[in-house]
């Protein structure tokens, strides 16, 4: 009975404050109180579960008005800056390196190339995917390693590659909104002298639909030392990360939370910019990521090992940027 009375008057007062924030004119934020208001006794974390896939779709969808529009401004663009994608590959599922390179080749932004490095996958249909895709596109350059290396230097082999001034970081089994890139690139016309680039991102689950989308906060370095909230999609001035040596062989599990700490190392707040949109799409459920299994020869202690290495890094002091 209390926690009843308690529910109702927590609804009266998320009734006044949606009166409120609808007079001010900020109606979805109205809206949202208002739902609070009239389901009390729904758990919130049911609520937005409820709401996740939608979400999720509505940031993926690309309309033929919105794929127009964003043409008309790249066309207008002087310099539109050549992004790199970074793909290392290891005996990922046919179906899900398909659904990658599709994910790549539909961008709306056409002003890109695909490093992809295969850590010498022994899956037989690997090898003759990755070369006919390299053949129909002249923008995906594939390297073929010699011996297993995992994550660390398989992306180290990608970079060599690379050709444009930015490096996005993208998983095998992943997948882009046809978007993405152009968002990338307008915030580079917008801050030429940006350092890192960092998006929101949300889960594939197992029959294809999105959910889990993670909204971050712009750069917060306290948060960024206590986990990689950053993740994905990431894009890093491609001199930075030639200076920091890419990344360290031994970190894996923790090998991009210690090549951003690095990275931050050497810039400033204000070169630091977050895209407030869903622009990746992270396949998360067994089967998937399998270059981020630590080495054999490491154990399971190698991302413990790595993050409290990384414990000693100091990155720069926060600022919340805006436009």
């Given at each position: 009975?209390?926690?009843?009375?308690?529910?109702?008057?927590?609804?009266?007062?998320?009734?006044?404050?949606?009166?409120?924030?609808?007079?001010?004119?900020?109606?979805?934020?109205?809206?949202?109180?208002?739902?609070?208001?009239?389901?009390?006794?729904?758990?919130?974390?049911?609520?937005?579960?409820?709401?996740?896939?939608?979400?999720?779709?509505?940031?993926?969808?690309?309309?033929?008005?919105?794929?127009?529009?964003?043409?008309?401004?790249?066309?207008?663009?002087?310099?539109?800056?050549?992004?790199?994608?970074?793909?290392?590959?290891?005996?990922?599922?046919?179906?899900?390196?398909?659904?990658?390179?599709?994910?790549?080749?539909?961008?709306?932004?056409?002003?890109?190339?695909?490093?992809?490095?295969?850590?010498?996958?022994?899956?037989?249909?690997?090898?003759?995917?990755?070369?006919?895709?390299?053949?129909?596109?002249?923008?995906?350059?594939?390297?073929?390693?010699?011996?297993?290396?995992?994550?660390?230097?398989?992306?180290?082999?990608?970079?060599?590659?690379?050709?444009?001034?930015?490096?996005?970081?993208?998983?095998?089994?992943?997948?882009?909104?046809?978007?993405?890139?152009?968002h990338?690139?307008?915030?580079?016309?917008?801050?030429?002298?940006?350092?890192?680039?960092?998006?929101?991102?949300?889960?594939?689950?197992?029959?294809g639909?999105?959910?889990?989308?993670?909204?971050?906060?712009?750069?917060?370095?306290?948060?960024?030392?206590?986990?990689?909230?950053?993740?994905?999609?990431?894009?890093?001035?491609r001199s930075?990360?030639?200076?920091?040596?890419?990344?360290r062989?031994?970190?894996?599990?923790?090998?991009?939370?210690?090549?951003?700490?690095?990275?931050?190392?050497?810039?400033?707040?204000?070169?630091?910019r977050?895209?407030?949109?869903?622009?990746?799409?992270?396949?998360?459920?067994?089967?998937?990521?399998?270059?981020?299994?630590?080495?054999?020869?490491?154990?399971?202690?190698?991302?413990?090992?790595?993050?409290?290495?990384?414990?000693?890094?100091?990155?720069?002091?926060?600022?919340?940027?805006?436009?």
């Open positions: 009975m209390r926690f009843k009375l308690q529910s109702l008057w927590g609804s009266a007062k998320l009734m006044v404050a949606a009166a409120f924030w609808y007079c001010l004119g900020m109606r979805v934020r109205a809206k949202n109180r208002l739902y609070m208001a009239l389901h009390p006794f729904v758990p919130v974390v049911n609520r937005n579960l409820k709401r996740a896939p939608g979400i999720c779709a509505a940031q993926d969808h690309v309309s033929k008005e919105d794929r127009a529009r964003m043409e008309e401004a790249i066309a207008s663009w002087q310099e539109p800056p050549l992004i790199a994608i970074v793909m290392p590959v290891y005996n990922t599922d046919e179906a899900h390196l398909k659904a990658a390179l599709k994910s790549v080749r539909e961008q709306v932004y056409p002003h890109w190339q695909l490093c992809i490095a295969d850590d010498a996958s022994t899956a037989p249909h690997i090898r003759p995917l990755l070369e006919r895709a390299e053949r129909e596109d002249s923008r995906i350059k594939v390297i073929f390693r010699q011996e297993n290396g995992h994550i660390s230097h398989a992306t180290n082999s990608a970079l060599q590659c690379v050709e444009g001034p930015f490096v996005a970081l993208m998983d095998h089994d992943d997948t882009l909104p046809a978007h993405a890139l152009y990338v690139a307008r915030e580079i016309i917008r801050h030429p002298d940006v350092d890192l680039i960092y998006s929101d991102e949300d889960k594939i689950r197992e029959d639909t999105l959910a889990g989308p993670h909204f971050k906060p712009d750069w917060n370095e306290e948060l960024f030392l206590t986990q990689n909230y950053i993740n994905h999609l990431t894009v890093i001035r930075l990360l030639e200076k920091v040596g890419g990344l062989p031994g970190f894996e599990g923790s090998q991009d939370h210690d090549l951003v700490l690095r990275i931050v190392r050497e810039t400033q707040p204000e070169r630091i977050h895209i407030p949109r869903i622009l990746y799409h992270w396949r998360a459920f067994d089967g998937s990521q399998l270059l981020l299994r630590p080495c054999p020869q490491q154990g399971s202690g190698s991302q413990t090992t790595g993050c409290q290495r990384l414990s000693g890094v100091k990155a720069p002091r926060s600022r919340h940027i805006r436009d």
